[in-house]
């Protein structure tokens, strides 16, 4: 027996089951969509959960041949804060899962 009266068995029910939320919850954010902006709007970006860029849109104002290097800067932005938000996603979801303990390689 365990502290608390549980034995072995019932130790590892919880945790094969908080192992099928876990792979559900990864599975659910796999499939989600993040979108993020730069430039006021000017470049926007959609990436998966598995942080797959889906789409770049880019307002035609943002297009200047003679400044290639401020829409390649707005392009970079508008990636790294929707890789964030995915991240956070995933984090967030962990969290949720392990009562904020950090388990490595999770997620």
């Known amino acids: 027996m365990?502290?608390?009266g549980k034995n072995m068995k019932d130790l590892m029910k919880q945790a094969q089951k908080m192992?099928?939320?876990?792979v559900r919850q990864q599975?659910?954010?796999e499939n989600q969509t993040f979108e993020a902006t730069s430039g006021g709007g000017m470049v926007t970006v959609q990436i998966t959960g598995k942080f797959e860029v889906k789409s770049i849109k880019?307002?035609?104002q943002a297009v200047d041949p003679e400044d290639?290097?401020?829409l390649e800067d707005l392009i970079v932005a508008a990636l790294q804060e929707?890789?964030?938000?995915?991240?956070?996603a995933?984090?967030?979801?962990m969290g949720k899962?392990?009562?904020g303990l950090k388990i490595p390689g999770m997620f």
């Open 27 to 29: 599975e659910e954010l």
């Open 97 to 99: 899962l392990t009562g």
């Open 90 to 93: 995933s984090s967030d979801a």
């Open 19 to 22: 192992q099928q939320e876990m």
């Open 82 to 88: 929707a890789f964030k938000k995915a991240s956070e």
């Open 58 to 60: 880019i307002d035609p």
């Open 2 to 4: 365990f502290p608390g």
């Open 68 to 70: 290639v290097e401020m």
